[in-house]
Each structure stands twice: as structure tokens, then as C-alpha cells.
């Protein structure tokens, strides 16, 4: 399901781009 897999891939994405902008 590439649909899912992409849906996933963003959502790692976005958690790490919040987390990193956070501890900065």
C-alpha cells in the first residue's frame, strides 16, 4: 500500500521536524 507508506513516511516526518523545531 504506497498510499499508507507515504502517509507514514510524512507523519515520521513531520513528528521529528516538530520535535527538532521545538528543542530549538
Known sequence: MPGAT????????GVVFVSE???A
Open 21 to 23: 523545531k521545538r528543542i
Open 6 to 13: 507515504a502517509v507514514g513516511i510524512t507523519f515520521d516526518v
